[in-house]
């Protein structure tokens, strides 16, 4: 377990990692725009996110080893790419490969855990599975302003490279092959389908302070997304092996836990978007220090998970998701009011409830989205559930970026312009927390009166949700 949640903690540590090093990109002799720096972080969470689904079957079909082996391999090529980067296209392009290698370790460290652990102790298995993954944004911050105070940010690319090699080294050695299925669906064309339609709305988003958001090239984005999610659709309902039948969504626990995963992650890295930011250039931190300064965001995460899922063995998992995801909301409007005069130890106060919030649904949430599925499908199972996590990432960071970037014009690091970037940093995450505080609401009224029977039905009612047969 050690090792699986060592991969789980790098691949997430490099999704919030590049925040902290956004001023020194913003600087550097890459001289890349505002738009070029939100896909900086965005083309990682992308690629993850559309590639996650496809890669959990693949897994299933070949075999969860080798497709962690692959992504971690995928995962230092990338790193590599990234550190060479001489213009903002290949930094970019170097990010999204790494993406395909997260999108391959990620699905497969959670199918290993949930085979090889009991159904009774799957709930703290995938307990300490979240943790990895909250402890992998503490070690990515840290990691990211460490690299900015001493090193610069091609150093801590480079750093990706030794380390996939000695994970896979340590995979290699001690974590046991699991039966891989031969009948379970790859399906290319909905893959495709798939990753085109998440790709064209987020360009959309991102694009739409640049372009308009009348403009063709917007409009055309956000269409080509509609009718690529219904090609899928449609695809997958005629499919006699679809990557992800959308049937499988006719559990309202299934919807309510994957709308929630993908809420909270929405929230959680809007703030991660932002943070750095807001350190650096409103209060001065220096980027070791701003890393550092997030700590409070992790102690929720490392602590309450436990007793998140305790608690929802106890009363179901309503509470615990219900109360989760609305600290989350209230903790963004709390940073939402900061300015540079903002004392530390109150903003540290706002962080810890939002990751009091996190650790309290997370469990209940991840262990929704794989219990409603028949343990033959783990991959897809555990696939949907981190993709909703880097959809919901994504579109967070796709979002408070596009409002701060087209509510401020100026330069952060002059101190006259610091009030205007706060002002918008607060209109930019209250729009976040208004988006997030709706979805919670959905979520918690889709699990009111969710229970095992008609997830028993649902199962009996789609033969083949995701390849399975």
Known sequence: MLVLCACVLVAQAMVAAVNLLIPQLAASALHPSPGQLVW?????????????????????????????LAGLGLFAAGGAVSALAGAPAVLIAGRGLCGAG???IMPATMSVLVHLSPPERRGQVLATWT??????????????????????WRALFWAVVPLGVLLALAVARTVPRTPARSDASVDPLGAVLLAGALLAVVYGII???????????????????????????????????????????????????????????????????VNAQYLQYAKGFSPARAGLAIVPLTIGMALVPKLGARLAERTGPRLPVGAGLGLIGVGLLLVATVDAGTPYPLYA?????????????????????????????????SGLNTAAREIGAALGVAVVG?????????????????????????????TVAAVLLVAAVAVVVGYRNGGGARRGRSRDAVPDAGGAS
Request: aromatic share 10%; net charge positive; glycine share 16%.
């Open 40 to 68: 900086s972080v965005d083309a990682y969470v992308i690629v993850f996110a559309a590639l996650l689904i496809p890669a959990g079957a693949l897994g299933d079909r070949y075999g969860r080893k080798g497709a962690l």
């Open 102 to 104: 997260a999108a391959l």
């Open 131 to 152: 943790l990895a993954a909250g402890l992998g944004g503490l070690t990515g911050n840290v990691g990211g302003g460490l690299a900015g105070e001493y090193l610069t």
């Open 207 to 273: 694009e739409g302070p640049s372009y308009g958001w009348a403009s063709a090239a917007v409009l055309t984005a956000f269409g080509t997304g509609a009718v690529l999610l219904a090609a899928f659709t449609g695809h997958a309902l005629r499919a006699a092996r679809p990557l992800l039948d959308p049937r499988i969504f006719a559990s309202r626990k299934l919807r309510a836990g994957a709308l929630g995963i993908g809420a909270g992650f929405f929230g959680l890295f809007s703030l991660f978007f």
């Open 349 to 381: 106060c706002y962080l810890l409830a939002l990751s009091i919030g996190t650790g309290l649904c997370a469990p209940s949430l991840t262990l929704t989205v794989v219990a409603e599925l028949p343990a033959h499908q783990a991959g897809l199972g």
């Open 402 to 430: 596009t409002v701060l970037a087209s509510r401020f014009h100026g330069d952060p690091r002059d101190p006259a312009q610091i009030g205007a970037f706060t002002d918008a940093m607060g209109v930019a995450l209250t």
